[in-house]
């Protein structure tokens, strides 16, 4: 008689369930977010140790979620009064700064930051922690930094004699122009209000199922888990301000202030999670994590080898993300404006109705479009624009990424550490500025995504 395959017993599976689920509900990083009756009742209801741990994933995310519980720096801003909340002033406190440094810069009224500084105390209080400089809550750099520069009530109307023609003056700074940040307006999530590192438990392994007959040998696999780590990664920007401009008074000046501090930091990290490289103090991007599946285009190749996308790139874009399970209908793209432009004048099939492979579709107000095969689609010069294949260097070598961003997190561990230095371009007549934040970056699943660095634009 032939022998009976021996497979794990019920009872050896049942305990290994039970004790994946209980070591995650007493791991010190996981308790605030679920208790041990929680943890029998999943026992209980027989439910599996990888639904019990992607709740918990869960429940860590929206615990932290940014846009409902903010960062430290958001909830003391929150609770001043609108009047207060106006009365804030990055520029003040700037002064206040340099007054440190060189006495008398500022008149003692100009300069008066005291509330700025309760503010920064305050902050300080809630975090738990001690900086030299005062901290800035991130939520008042968006207060007034979304604002329209230049409205309506600060034009001056003014009309000569000798002519028929009003000019109108507006008091207002002209911005630069930047790239445009993407991957938050494409699903990614944002966790604020953070303490220490943070870790999300992930499964990377999972038990198998075999239909077992006589005389076969059965080999069962264990289920693994690792972990997303989170950890404080400091992110400092600079910039120069004149003492002329911080003289000033107007809203403007307030405004543009604060946008451009809260602009710069926030292309930083859009970069980073784009293609950070996971050196030198910087995150992980999608660009640089392991695992990333990498398309090469199909179409002729130019005459150094470069090549465009086709139908059946783009088709390949969503067919390798489904392969990975891992295709959803909030999926979305992301293009250089030039990969954008090729799409929209190549055809879809060489023959036939000329029907582009982008085609024009609604925008929203953030700026997506739709774009190829009905999926929201971003365009930024945030992706790189120079890459090379097989030593091709003619065509410059375009990226594109596709996948559901709500697996790239993006976490924020409070507000801003202001840092003045009053004597470096003291000779130009400026201040240099530094504002300093803890961020970092991670992917949840790699899978999600996949990218083409190798598209090439003529």
């Known amino acids: 008689m032939a022998e009976t395959a021996v497979a794990p017993s019920a009872d050896a599976v049942e305990l290994r369930r039970t004790q994946e689920i209980l070591a995650v509900a007493t791991d010190k990083d996981f308790s605030k977010y679920v208790t041990l009756d929680e943890a029998r009742k999943a026992i209980a209801e027989n439910t599996t140790a990888d639904k019990f741990r992607e709740g918990v994933t869960r429940k860590i995310i929206e615990a932290n979620d940014a846009s409902k519980v903010g960062t430290a720096g958001d909830a003391v801003f929150g609770s001043l009064s609108p009047k207060e909340q106006k009365r804030f002033s990055v520029v003040r406190l700037v002064r206040s700064l340099v007054n440190e440094g060189k006495q008398g810069t500022f008149s003692a009224k100009d300069a008066d930051a005291g509330f700025e500084r309760e503010v920064s105390d305050e902050i300080k209080r809630s975090l738990k922690v001690q900086t030299n400089g005062p901290l800035i809550p991130n939520a008042a750099y968006r207060a007034l930094g979304t604002q329209t520069i230049g409205s309506g009530a600060g034009q001056i109307a003014t009309t000569s004699e000798a002519a028929t023609v009003q000019t109108i003056t507006q008091s207002e700074v002209i911005e ?13 999530r944002t966790l604020g209000g953070l303490q ?9 392994g999972a038990n198998t199922a075999y239909w077992v007959t006589e005389g076969l040998s059965v080999t069962p696999a264990e289920l693994t888990t690792d972990f997303v780590t ?5 992110i400092s920007q600079q910039t120069s301000w004149t003492i002329e401009l911080l003289a000033e008074s107007s809203p403007d000046i307030e405004a543009l202030a604060r946008m451009d501090l809260d602009k710069v930091r926030n292309l930083a990290l859009d970069l980073a999670a784009i293609s950070g490289p ?3 103090g910087q995150p992980t991007g999608i660009m640089s994590t392991s695992g990333l599946t990498l398309l090469t285009p199909s179409g002729t190749a130019f ?37 954008r432009a090729q799409l929209k004048t190549t ?22 479009e739709t774009g190829p095969l009905g999926y929201r689609a971003a ?8 890459g090379t294949k097989g030593g091709v260097t003619g065509s410059i070598l375009h990226n594109s990424i596709f996948g559901d961003f709500s697996q790239l997190i993006m976490a924020d561990w409070g507000a801003s550490e202001m840092v003045v230095d009053p004597y470096t371009q003291a000779g130009n007549g400026a201040v240099v500025v530094t504002a300093r934040s803890l961020h970092d970056i991670a992917v949840r699943h790699i899978a999600a995504f996949v990218a083409n660095p190798y598209i090439a634009i003529s």
């Open 379 to 386: 365009v930024t010069n945030q992706l790189a624009k120079n």
């Open 230 to 234: 989170l950890t404080p990664r400091r």
């Open 303 to 339: 005459g150094d080898g470069g090549k465009p996308l086709t139908f059946a790139d783009v088709v390949a874009f969503e067919s390798s993300v489904a392969a990975a399970d891992a295709d959803v209908a909030t999926s979305g793209w992301l293009f250089t404006p030039e990969v």
């Open 196 to 204: 220490g590192v943070i870790r999300l438990p992930r499964q990377t």
């Open 176 to 188: 630069l122009l930047r790239h445009r940040p993407r991957v938050v307006q494409l699903g990614a």
């Open 278 to 280: 996971g050196t030198g």
């Open 347 to 368: 055809a879809k099939f060489p023959a036939g109705y000329a029907v582009p492979i982008w085609d024009d579709g609604p925008h929203d107000p953030l700026g997506l």
